[in-house]
């Protein structure tokens, strides 16, 4: 079994991740080499445009590049008893966190079995591997070596954000920014003449949720950017769409909604108003912030209708579940979790009103798969506007992809589909992200053509779609 | 690769859809072949019996044998904003529609790429091949000299529909027949002397549904075909009971009953007789007619159990989503979405009063592959009388077949399952999908062997099960 | 096809279960002869501690010992019109049930085909070829053969409940015991000075939950035992709390709560005792009982942060759901159906109070599905006091396994899992239950290896984990 004993040849190996059965493996190698080198298309993430603003702007070091920003990492050595405070994550007090990035480093290294077959694992090992060129297995033993190589090749300028986004080869990438956002960053990008092409994407969730977390103070800045006075629900649709156009103006091609669930309603204008004034007066209910959300997702739907911008929904997150560390750390610590979700009845209202127009994009996103083949196929391949969005968050995995494929892709079609997005935090895991999902669709599409179920001429053709032309045609990139 | 390059080599391999692994592909390849030729049984689907009253009926040209009636087919091309009008779907007010075939076909055609790796192109492919000796691949190209090849089949005697269904092997084919329906065509087959074997099955949603489009009429219906005056709860049932009759005699076997959700609770006479009061002056509520069909469900039990019919129970559809469609084209468009059912509570009071009864079978259907290993199959690995009906709808797909083995076997045993049904709407399909379901049962089966779950001997007799032995068991055909 | 025909040649495949595909097996087979051999570590069971109180205890006859106890065997006979009086399950009124065991071996035979490829036909052909050396398949003509060898076997003293238990190689072995429950057996075990090591488990689940029959007479048993004169909330938990001191003085490392759903929720002291105070008129309403359970999994959590006893947590199963086999055999007869459970809103009082606290370990078992990858892996991955149990019950089989690692390892990650339970009733299945669940492990890692995911030498340390040292440290055995 030598061939398959050393981490180092597992991970350069070419067939990698691909379905080991013989044929499917050989079908699947041939449809990836096709498509491996063609420039990244990213329509959603979460990458900061600060990053780009500067030609000389650095990562930092090792732990502030890998460990420190990545929740998905630190969560599960949280998990594991490891205090995140051990491993420099910021505590909101100020109060003390391990500063010494080797310290953070050494014991991330120590416990960096935990991530065996996991998908952060398999991120990482690819980061290592492919960017930093590391050829030993981090652990105790190799801690410090890897941490040297790395943090010199960080102190290189070939490693700014900049040229690595030239080297990882992204045809675009769009980033998520909040509605009342200025976009400095993109601005600067845009008038310092280099070349990479990063674009704002609307997110309007801080207003159009009542109960979000300073919702007061969003509203203030709302009127501030937009210029409008926003104080009844004419003058915050007015400020949404002006926003939306500013947003437009910047290149956005499209906006994303988050909610709990994906319940939509529509109101009358009335009652949005009295919600609206209960709400500026502090005293907007539970109810009213679920019925504004639902109403507002419709009223997303309509403005998508009018000025063209393709429309994303996030549901299912059970947002900071655990209080404790919510309050010591803040928000995006590793500590959401999905919730059950539903989208026949919850979707209706918006669907009947604008599912039929075909001005219309409207990408589903889910937390529970369980929604894929009982409600999401079936809507998507009925509904002109529908779109399917890939697998979100814990589910862009090996098998998360799978799973994804194997549900949905009989009922609603191939071409009901968004393509793919990384939707990534961390910028050095884009290549990973995509050459996973590159080789997860490669051995999708060759396990059809091994079972016979469509040709090698249709075979290219789909890897084609979902490497690229997807996420182009559907984002409108 | 030439060996899979070209379309029409993969639809006649002789190893289509099985799993590609090579010992399992071999075994599937050798129980399949035992099978392959065996009669159709085909206990539930909703075929015309008109088709077959007269002996020279035809389909009429391809567009009308394939696209216009097929909604699995259109809904995939308005999904991408191909209008219903455009391939000729009727409108009920009789608005403009295409009426031109060719132009028709061509649309089609040219978006066939639309279905790759779904069930209805895998069910399309199979017919073009197999019915109509189609050599090439459907696409913009070739679109009008395949329309050409099946037009002039189709306007030859041996595409009658008598003569398809000779030629397809059926031994005997259940349609679905409302309640009040006087089984005209039924009786034109019968004193035909032809000998295709076409039996009636009794489906009494629009009577027990006080909800039903035209309930009121249907009642009448119902007094008038049963002879007996239908004014309250007692000769509701009576008449009801005096159906079924009528059907047993006309060779019946089966009831279907469709319901939103499996809910199913018992009702006093006095309180039966009152909501069917409020029904009869048109002011029954919704929860009248939810408890209303509850109670029905356990009485059509109650009568199985008297008369020996078996009871078939599918549950989870979302009828008529989409009212826009609705409104103009009527019911059964491509609207109909699944939602989350639930069993082991719902069932609870029909199964607790019925389900121990040895006389009788109660096929269960779901949209909620959740129900799958969570309550169906321990439910019929325990109630004597709960048997599991095929994968339904959206999941008689190559993968949907997976799911339900996968999900289901362990816990009910294969001899808790009633066989396949196909369904179908569309007449020309039949063999595709009992071909479909052949394989895939094979596959399944040759997978139980490879692993050594069970030997040879054993996978001869599970084959011969599900192909028809299951099937003419259960339903008693 | 020579090589698979034979059944006996089949289970004793040195490959059995294994994934076909040839590499995945190949590594599958060697890194399951790394661990075939290893000791048993059985955390969790439903075995009587009564067998091994005397030396000399047997078996009875093979319908004793294989039939009359095991309702997954004669739950599956039922579901076929099998009554169970035909296969001797006693009656609670006395009445007649079948009594020659000969004639109950016989019916199982004439119908040992229903359990082709179930869990159950696995575990007994296993049984049947490695504990008893039967070489023929059991069939109506081979019934009373097979019989007779099993019954000579019984007979001898090698097959005696200590010798089998020195025979599998149990290293530990832990039993589930009620709060009230005096461990005589255990006593007698221990001071018998046999060296077998079974351990009690605490189960509260008689005495928390206030509608189990006979609650008021478990309370007076509590009283009795833990010499603490229980009428008021107070002394409630005092008496708990007396009881798990004992429990630990025998040995025990953990408790097992039970619930219909996962809800937890914390009362304030006064409301648990006017609960507690309507439980002891007989006056506690449904409302009462779900509230008290919700508070009592709460304090089960905060005793074993004091105590140091682990806590498992089993919900999602409807007992008894039939009630004419309730009322005529009592509980445990087949009838114990899943329902839909929620972790991420249930569990939340418990984890955010207790989640944190890394002296807990509450391990979570589920019958729906669904939560594994929506809520358990998620929750897994976060909270430090969350292990995940095994696939349980109806799904720890062949796909039921394959579901659990497919779901939930990519975000859970192997080491927040707690290793493998038996939760075995039929003493003789344990060797089978751990063999089947050493290749079904020894599988998945090899996918991984195959997939080049993980390399050997971690595939290595997995196989390890999961056979023996996650259910050592996670129980803290």
Same sequence: chains 1, 2, 3.
């Avoid at 952060?120 to 060129?133: C, D, H, R, S, V």
């Avoid at 655990?322 to 919730?339: H, R, V």
Wanted: glycine residues 6%; hydrophobic residues 35%; aromatic residues 12%.
């Amino acid at each position: 079994m030598v061939f398959i004993m050393a981490k180092k040849d597992l991970i350069s190996s070419k067939d990698r991740f691909f379905d080991s059965e013989p044929t499917t493996k050989w079908i699947a190698q041939e449809l990836y080499d096709s498509v491996k080198d063609v420039p990244i298309v990213s329509p959603h993430g979460h990458i900061n445009p600060h990053l780009f603003a500067e030609e000389n702007s650095t990562f930092g070091n090792p732990s502030e590049l890998i460990i420190i920003p990545d929740h998905y990492l630190y969560r599960m050595l949280y998990s594991q008893g490891i205090p995140m405070e051990a491993v420099g994550v910021p505590r909101i007090d100020g109060g003390e966190t391990e500063k010494d990035p080797r310290k953070i480093w050494k014991i991330f290294a120590d416990n960096f079995y935990l991530f065996r077959g996991t998908l952060t694992g398999i991120w990482l090992e690819y980061e290592f591997t492919n960017l930093f060129g590391i050829k030993r297995k981090l652990n105790s033993e190799t801690a410090m070596e890897i941490y040297d190589i790395i943090d010199k090749k960080l102190n290189s300028p070939e490693y700014s954000p900049r040229k690595m986004f030239e080297s990882f080869n992204i045809e675009v990438l769009c980033t998520t920014d909040s509605a009342t956002d200025t976009l400095e960053y993109h601005k600067k990008i845009r008038d310092s003449g280099w070349k990479g092409k990063i674009l704002p994407t609307f997110r309007p969730d801080a207003i159009v949720n009542l109960d979000s977390v300073g919702w007061k103070k969003n509203i203030e800045k709302l009127s501030e950017v937009s210029c409008i006075d926003v104080h009844d629900y004419k003058t915050f649709i007015k400020s949404l769409e002006n926003r939306r156009q500013f947003f437009k103006s910047m290149g956005a091609t499209c906006t994303d909604s988050a909610a709990l669930i994906s319940y939509t309603a529509e109101l009358s204008e009335v009652e949005a108003n009295n919600i609206l004034s209960r709400a500026f007066k502090g005293e907007a209910t539970d109810e009213d912030a679920k019925k504004f959300t639902a109403h507002m997702l419709m009223e997303m739907a309509r403005m998508s209708i009018e000025d063209g911008m393709v429309m994303q929904l996030h549901c299912g997150s059970y947002r900071n579940h655990n209080p404790i560390i919510y309050k010591k750390f803040g928000p995006d610590k590793g500590c959401d979790i999905p919730i059950q979700d539903e989208f026949t009845r919850n979707l209706k209202p918006l669907l009947n009103k604008y599912g039929n127009d075909t001005r219309l994009t409207l990408i589903l996103f889910t937390l529970d798969e369980t929604n894929y083949a009982r409600e999401m196929a079936p809507l998507a391949g009925h509904y002109p506007a529908v779109k399917l969005g890939p697998p979100w968050w814990f589910h862009d995995s090996i098998n998360g992809m799978i799973r994804y494929r194997f549900n949905m892709m009989e009922t609603a079609g191939l071409y009901n589909t968004a393509g793919f997005n990384d939707d990534a935090r961390s910028f050095p895991s884009i290549p990973a992200r995509h050459d996973l999902s590159r080789r997860m669709d490669a051995s999708w599409i060759a396990g059809l053509v091994a079972r016979k179920i469509v040709d090698m001429d249709d075979a290219q053709e789909m890897i084609n779609d979902t490497t690229f032309r997807l996420a182009k045609k559907t984002y409108k990139l």
